[in-house]
């Protein structure tokens, strides 16, 4: 049967019926063990009893009523985010995109706000924002760019993990108001930076009255093993964009700011329809009472690291495995050569994974993955890496 859905996507040949915690049911009811969560989104795995709870109850109680009016449900997901993050203060959203175009404006309003008329912001090579026109735009991947020139412009591009590549835009641009980075470089290949990267990132932006704003979409909600990956360089940003996990597969988006950053989007600057609305809101709020209840932030940075010690261990002698390497829970896998095809293999052995930048495999399991299951996806995996390299 021909689709009537626009062909946007390159899709795998399997529909999936049902989940539970990490598992995933197709139509023929066989179980696949889903170490990609629907690409960082289901961090507390498929079905999460509160998560259902919560988006029950608030459907059978309001699911809507326009941010012209209060939403208490709002204000207390704004709370508990600002308590969780150390920034000042949250603007609602339902997507990725939308949360990093909130940052997007709110830089450019910033800059406006310094007399600076035509404000710039240095992003980085291999990153991701987004598909909308100002994120694709600042997304370092001429595929996404691809026929959709004219693009917006104010961005600057620099290496990722280069301090001096940032030192040296900053010395030829005068107009430049933020920094726009991944803390951890998702779509771009699991590229982790240096320890100290993002503290040095900070302290130039404090000398140049940068804005230092982190798109933690993918690495947010406890997936690195910190509620947010910046908490592990014991520093702040100024302004913050999360979505993905937020709602565990409920759209949500959130753009936080902090301190001076805090205060530039007033009335009537932005806004959105269904951002910030209550079922969305009762969704987080249960998804982040269940990181806490089940301690799933401290465990994602052990079960990360058995993960990968376990490749390790199994991998290490394959000449074909250029590097293992993860930050919690966000594993990249690279090989020498194009793997995208491991995908459609590891289908066949029930299990699901994502290649990105053409050579590293990425895993982003649930955080609710355990010992027993870790155990499957590792031998599972290394026995198909091991196959397909031919070093089995
Ligand atoms: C997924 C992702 C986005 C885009 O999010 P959407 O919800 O698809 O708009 C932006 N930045 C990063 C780092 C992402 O991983």
Redesign the pocket.
């Known amino acids: 049967m021909t689709s009537h859905v626009m062909p946007t996507y390159q899709r795998l040949p399997i529909t999936f019926d049902r989940g539970e915690g990490v598992w995933l049911w197709d139509e023929n009811n066989t179980r696949y063990l889903d170490a990609l969560s629907g690409?960082?989104v289901c961090n507390l795995g498929h079905a999460h009893p509160a998560v259902h709870k919560a988006v029950c109850e608030q459907s059978g109680k309001l699911l809507h009523t326009s941010n012209i009016y209060g939403i208490a449900v709002q204000e207390r997901l704004a709370d508990r985010l600002i308590a969780k993050s150390g920034m000042d203060n949250v603007f609602f959203c339902n997507?990725?995109?939308?949360a990093?175009e909130a940052a997007i404006k709110l830089a450019r309003k910033y800059g406006h706000s310094l007399g600076i008329s035509c404000p710039a912001i240095i992003v980085m090579e291999k990153s991701?924002?987004?598909?909308t026109l100002a994120?694709l735009s600042a997304t370092g991947n001429a595929k996404v760019q691809q026929g959709f020139a004219p693009l917006v412009e104010g961005f600057i591009r620099v290496a990722y993990n280069d301090v001096g590549a940032i030192e040296q835009a900053l010395a030829q641009h005068g107009n430049i108001v933020a920094i726009l980075l991944?803390p951890v470089q998702?779509?771009g290949g699991v590229n982790i930076p240096d320890a100290d990267y993002l503290n040095r990132v900070r302290e130039l932006c404090d000398s140049h009255q940068l804005l230092m704003m982190l798109?933690e979409?993918?690495t947010g909600v406890g997936r690195t093993g910190k509620f947010l990956a910046f908490q592990h360089n014991l520093i702040l940003p100024d302004v913050c964009t999360m979505?993905?996990a937020l709602g565990n597969g409920v759209p949500i988006?959130a753009c936080l700011a902090r301190g001076k950053a805090a205060g530039i989007l007033t009335a009537g600057a932005h806004g959105s329809t269904f951002g910030g609305n209550p079922l969305a809101c009762s969704a987080a709020l249960a998804v982040l009472s269940t990181l806490d209840e089940e301690n799933l932030i401290e465990s994602a940075a052990q079960k990360g690291d058995v993960i990968c010690a376990g490749f390790i261990a199994r991998l290490a002698d394959n000449k074909h495995v250029v590097d293992i390497r993860h930050k919690g829970l966000m594993i990249g896998i690279e090989l020498d050569a194009p793997c995208a095809e491991l995908v459609k293999l590891a289908l066949q052995r029930q299990l699901l994974i994502n290649v990105t930048n053409d050579t590293t495999i990425r895993l982003l399991p649930p955080l609710i993955i355990d010992g027993q299951q870790i155990t499957q996806l590792v031998d599972s995996l290394s026995a198909l890496i091991q196959d397909y390299t031919g070093q089995s």
Request: proline share 0%; glycine share 20%; aromatic share 4%.
């Open positions: 690409i960082a997507s990725g995109a939308e990093n991701f924002h987004g598909r994120t991944e998702g779509e798109d979409i993918q979505a993905k988006g």
